[in-house]
């Protein structure tokens, strides 16, 4: 069965730094990964996903993951993290065809001034 | 645009009082989900239809059912409420087929419904 980790519950970054979310899988054949993103009292919005091809895949609001099969991972990571990056992220496994997903548990990221 | 609108965005019912959630979609994908998520949690999967054909997750409670009357719209029926059933329930939709996009979920913004 596949299973996601996030390792770190919440995250809190200064306004401007780095970000770097982690996320684990644990599945038997090629992964399809995505992160989400998820506001207070909103529902889900996709920021990037992986299917194939270049390992390091971009996303909208300046989010970039990276896959590494070797390590299983697919962090997320953007540059400079501004205020209104505030919220969850979800990172989640797939597979080929038609599956559901699996999620992972979450990161509250806060960013502070 | 084309979304995923879930309605009402808040509910509130009482302790056992069935209660219907709902969720339209105007992308035409011929899959729809409902998911809980409690506080802090990951989006749960109750069950899912794809286009007709209706599966439900091995530990979705009996109490939990749901509808699709046709490929916009589907429901979800909690047919007696308890304290725990207090949640987010998302709905998510997606467009499977050969040469399509693979699974990639659409989210609507989520009921959140309150149990008094």
């Known amino acids: 069965a596949q299973s996601v980790t996030q390792p770190d519950i919440h995250i809190t970054v200064s306004e401007g730094a780095s970000l770097e979310l982690r996320c684990n899988y644990s599945?038997?054949?090629?992964?399809?990964l995505f992160w989400y993103v998820q506001s207070p009292g909103q529902g889900l919005q996709l920021l990037l996903k992986y299917f194939s091809g270049d390992t390091l895949v971009q996303g909208i609001k300046g989010f970039e993951a990276e896959f590494k099969r070797s390590q299983s991972s697919f962090n997320l990571r953007k540059p400079s993290v501004h205020w209104s990056d505030a919220a969850e992220y979800f990172c989640?496994?797939?597979?080929?065809?038609?599956?559901?997903?699996?999620f992972g548990k979450g990161t509250m990221l806060l960013v502070s001034p | 645009d084309a979304m995923v609108i879930q309605n009402p965005r808040y509910q509130v019912t009482q302790f056992g009082k069935p209660v219907t959630l709902s969720c339209s979609q105007t992308l035409n994908h011929n899959v729809m989900y409902w998911y809980q998520q409690k506080s802090s949690q990951a989006p749960k999967l109750l069950f899912h239809y794809y286009d007709k054909d209706f599966n439900n997750e091995a530990d979705t409670p009996d109490n939990f059912q749901s509808r699709r009357p046709n490929t916009s719209f589907c429901f979800l029926d909690i047919r007696s409420p308890g304290l725990g059933d207090a949640a987010m329930y998302l709905c998510a939709t997606s467009r499977i087929g050969q040469g399509l996009a693979k699974n990639i979920q659409y989210f609507g913004a989520g009921t959140r419904l309150s149990v008094l």
């Open positions: 989640a496994v797939g597979a080929e065809g038609y599956s559901t997903l699996t």
């Open positions: 599945y038997g054949a090629t992964p399809y």
